[in-house]
Antibody, heavy 120, light 107 residues
Framework: QVQLVQSGAEVKKPGASVKVSCTSSGNIFIRYGFHWVRQAPGQSLEWMGWINPASGDTRYSQKFQGRVAITRDTFASTVFMELSSLTSGDTAVYYC?????????????WGQGTLVTVSS | DIQMTQSPSSLSASVGDRVTITCRAS??????LAWYQQKPGKVPKLLIY???SLQSGVPSRFSGSGSGTDFTLTISSLQPEDVATYYCQKCDTAPRTFGQGTKVEIK
C-alpha cells in the first residue's frame, strides 16, 4: 500500500519561503515520478512541477519557474517542494502525488495535503 | 503549452441520471488523459487513466472515452456519493495541466 505523508501546515509572512516535504512508503521510491499540485481556496487544481527521483531531473510550470524548487532525498524516500517570494496568492493546499505504473503514468497516489497560509 | 478546457463548469442532475462531462485539449494528446474526483474537503482521487481505463476500485458506472483532443467522462447512473468536482489532466509531457473542473450536484 503506497502512502505519501506530507509535513504539517505552515504560516509564512509575505516574501518568505516555505519548504514542504512528502515521504513515500510502500513502493520503490526511485521508480516513480512525483508531482506537486496546489489548490487555492475555492479554486481548481494547479500543476506546479515534477521530479524524477532516480535522476533528480525536474520540470516546472512556467508560472512558478525561478520561484519553485523540487528536490529529493533518496535515502529518506522524501521529496521536497520549496516555494520562495511568497505572496498572499500562494495561500493554498499543496499536494504531492506519485505516479502509478500503468499506461500514461497518472498521479495515482496523493499525500494528505499541506495548508500554506501567507499572511502579514 | 496545451490548454485543457472542461464543460460544463457545473451541473445539477437527478439520482439515476446519466451525466457527461467533456474535456478538450488545445492540441492532440493521444490517450494521455486522466480524470480525478475531488469530494469537498478531500484529496483528489484517480478515476480513469489512459482516457478509458478504470482505476481499480472505482465503480463501473464511471467510464471514460476519447482520444486526441476530445474526451468524455460519463457517470451512467448518478448516485448521491458522486457529488464532487471532477478534473481532467493531460499526462503526456510537462506541464501536466488540469482542466478547470466540473462541479456535480444532485438536483
Amino acid at each position: 500500500q503506497v502512502q505519501l505523508v506530507q509535513s504539517g501546515a505552515e504560516v509564512k509572512k509575505p516574501g518568505a519561503s516555505v519548504k514542504v516535504s512528502c515521504t513515500s512508503s510502500g513502493n520503490i521510491f526511485i521508480r516513480y515520478g512525483f508531482h506537486w499540485v496546489r489548490q487555492a481556496p475555492g479554486q481548481s487544481l494547479e500543476w506546479m512541477g515534477w521530479i524524477n527521483p532516480a535522476s533528480g531531473d525536474t520540470r516546472y510550470s512556467q508560472k512558478f519557474q525561478g520561484r519553485v524548487a523540487i528536490t529529493r532525498d533518496t535515502f529518506a524516500s522524501t521529496v521536497f517542494m520549496e516555494l520562495s517570494s511568497l505572496t498572499s496568492g500562494d495561500t493554498a493546499v499543496y499536494y504531492c502525488a506519485s505516479e502509478m505504473e500503468v499506461p500514461t503514468w497518472p498521479a495515482g497516489h496523493w499525500g494528505q495535503g499541506t495548508l500554506v497560509t501567507v499572511s502579514s | 503549452d496545451i490548454q485543457m478546457t472542461q464543460s460544463p463548469s457545473s451541473l445539477s442532475a437527478s439520482v439515476g441520471d446519466r451525466v457527461t462531462i467533456t474535456c478538450r485539449a488545445s492540441q492532440g494528446i493521444s490517450n494521455y488523459l486522466a480524470w480525478y474526483q475531488q469530494k469537498p474537503g478531500k484529496v483528489p482521487k484517480l478515476l480513469i487513466y489512459a482516457a478509458s481505463s478504470l482505476q481499480s476500485g472505482v465503480p463501473s458506472r464511471f467510464s471514460g472515452s476519447g482520444s486526441g483532443t476530445d474526451f468524455t467522462l460519463t457517470i451512467s447512473s448518478l448516485q448521491p456519493e458522486d457529488v464532487a468536482t471532477y478534473y481532467c489532466q493531460k499526462c503526456d509531457t510537462a506541464p501536466r495541466t488540469f482542466g478547470q473542473g466540473t462541479k456535480v450536484e444532485i438536483k
